[in-house]
């Protein structure tokens, strides 16, 4: 039997802070590979194997032809490291590529935390209640809320700033034919980066 891997990963280094709006999944093809994305989440953080930030957690469809290709996400925040992470067990974590962008306008990178705040100085005693009021009449029941606005889609990967990958790093890896650095080799096709599965 073939046993994979549980809860594996791929971590990409964009080489420094950004503020981060879209990744893109580049799915590998096939009846036997496609589904094997499943469910996913994405993770910003801003030091190397941490998780800190869940941006975006999705599943593929069902249908394994709608699984395949490009499989793009809202992930807005900021940080130096993105993460896909596959929950579970007996997973495996194969792409063509990941790639990650920003809004058209290059931003700066994100400011630093600011310093914490002293505490206000002590007040003197607050002044007796004041008398009730009379209640007031009662108000007419409101109406009802306007349903969320759907999600705005992804522009076209044309209209974005394409961010810099400079290394990349998998929970573990298959060989040598599927290392980690083959998902950010800007290549939607061809070599894939694939974690490792043992069969016993």
Known sequence: STKCSTDPWLEVDLGGPYRIEYVVLHNRNGRNYAGDLGDYEIWLSSQQGKREIQCAAASVPDSWR????????????????????????????????????????????????????????????????????????????????????PVPAMPPTDALVLLPTVSAQMSSILGWYAKAENCIDNQTKGSVCSTKCSTD
């Not at 993460?83 to 931003?107: A, I, M, N, W």
């Not at 007796?128 to 009379?134: A, E, Q, V």
């Open 66 to 149: 709608d699984a395949q290709g490009a499989q793009s996400q809202r992930c807005a925040g900021s940080g130096r490291y993105v993460t896909v992470l596959l929950p579970g067990d007996d997973r495996c974590l194969s792409l063509y590529e990941l790639s990650v962008f920003d809004q058209p306008v290059p931003r700066s990178p994100p400011p630093p935390p600011s310093p914490p705040v002293p505490p206000p100085p002590s007040s003197p005693p607050p002044p007796p209640p004041s008398p009730p009021l009379p209640p007031s009449p009662p108000y007419p029941p409101s109406p009802p809320s306007p349903p969320p606005s």
